[in-house]
Every structure is written in C-alpha cells, then in structure tokens.
C-alpha cells in the first residue's frame, strides 16, 4: 500500500485557517486521497476524500496538487473542537485502511 | 442509525483469561474492520470481513487472536489465552463498499487491559 508522509504536530490560532499537509509521492491513478480525524479517546472520524479535483465539504477543503503527489487538508476557521489526530491515507481498490502515524493538531484559544 | 456499536467500552482481565470483544456494524454496511491502537504502533488493520467472510487476517498479530462474523450485524474479536501485550484500544468500523471513494464509520473504542 502506499504510503503518506505528515508532520507529526501542528499548531494553530483559534479561528485562522488551518493548512495540514501530507505528502504521497508513490500514488498510483487509482488511489483516492482520504483524511479522517480521532478525537482524544475516540474513534476516527471521517472528514473529506478526493481524487484529483479538489473538494469540499461542511467540514473542511480537500487540495491536491495536479501531480496527486501531495495534498492539503484545509480548516477555514479552527475551533478548539478540532484539536485532534488527522489522518491522510491513500485507499486503492479494495477498503483497507492503513494509518500512518498523523499530524496532532493543536488549536490555541 | 446509532452507528457502529461496540462492546464493551472498558474490558479488565488478567492475564490468560479469555477476552470476547463485539461489534454491531451499521445495518446494510458490507464490510466489517478491526483495528487495534497502542502509542508504540499506532493504528493496525487486524482483519476485514467482505459479506461476512473473512477476507484478509495479515493483521492478526498470533494464533491467540480470532475473529468471527456469524451474520451481517455481529462480529466478535476474541483474544485467548490474553497477554498484557495485548492491552490496547480495540475499533471495529464498517463501510457500506469496498469501493475506495467509500467513507468508514468506526465505532468508540474498547479499551482492554490486560493484568
């Protein structure tokens, strides 16, 4: 499977914008981009998926580059409720998730 | 929906007692995950069932580990004899395909310690 690439932490100002990258050189033209998100002592949360065009939804805004080698996840205004683990991860045909380790994101009142 | 269901949320055993964890997928969800999650490791993908049927257990990390989907809405994840290695957070999640544009819903966790 292939594999993303994120810094491990983050930090950012309650109500600016958020931008949490994640790099996948080694995507093939199958693979839609994913990102969930895990709450302290909860379970993950899906959050935005893509393929080549960027998206978005109620949640957050799905970047990727026009190569699908990296991608950015974008929070328009950070709550302290979004403080939390975020995952990006490459699904190819079958609905295996693998998990790297994510970026912890710490909001700032 | 009340989403997946697991059970139960806290799990204390000793060590070389049996352990039997449970989910309830979403109604009408085909595919069924186990995950496990530890500071070490992170998120693992234990086993996945496509239709009931066990489809890739690569994950499962010994014999002592076992995993069942006797219908569409039960699936238990059984430890036995168990370790305190094998204290951990344990998701099971389901998604509707396994299609790769498909979004999985995961359940709250059990968390399992072992003594």
């Known amino acids: 499977d292939a594999k993303t690439t994120q810094p491990n932490s983050m930090e950012s100002n309650e109500e600016e914008p958020v931008h949490l990258p994640c790099n996948h050189s080694?995507?093939?033209?199958?693979?839609?981009i994913h990102w969930y998100r895990q709450l302290p002592s909860q379970g993950p949360e899906y959050v935005i998926h893509?393929?080549?065009s960027n998206v978005n939804n109620r949640m957050a805004s799905l970047a990727i580059a026009e190569d699908r080698k990296s991608s950015t996840l974008i929070l328009h205004r950070a709550t302290l409720r979004d403080a939390a683990v975020y995952y990006c991860?490459?699904?190819?045909?079958?609905?295996?998730?693998?998990f790297g380790s994510g970026t912890k994101l710490n909001v700032k009142p | 929906d009340a989403g997946v269901i697991q059970s139960p949320r806290h799990e204390v055993t000793e060590m070389g007692q049996e352990v039997t964890l449970r989910c309830k997928p979403i109604s009408g969800h085909d595919y069924l995950f186990w995950y496990r999650q530890t500071m070490m490791r992170g998120l693992e993908l234990l086993i996945y069932f496509n239709n009931n049927v066990p489809i890739d257990d690569s994950g499962m990390p010994e014999d002592r580990f076992s995993a069942k989907m006797p219908n569409a809405s039960f699936s238990t994840l059984k430890i036995q004899p168990s370790e305190p290695r094998d204290s951990a957070v344990y998701f099971c999640a389901s998604s509707f395909t396994g299609q790769a544009n498909t979004e999985a819903f995961f359940g709250q966790g059990t968390r399992l310690t072992v003594v």
């Open positions: 991860i490459l699904i190819g045909n079958f609905n295996k998730f693998y």
């Open positions: 893509g393929l080549t």
């Open positions: 080694t995507i093939s033209g199958t693979d839609y």
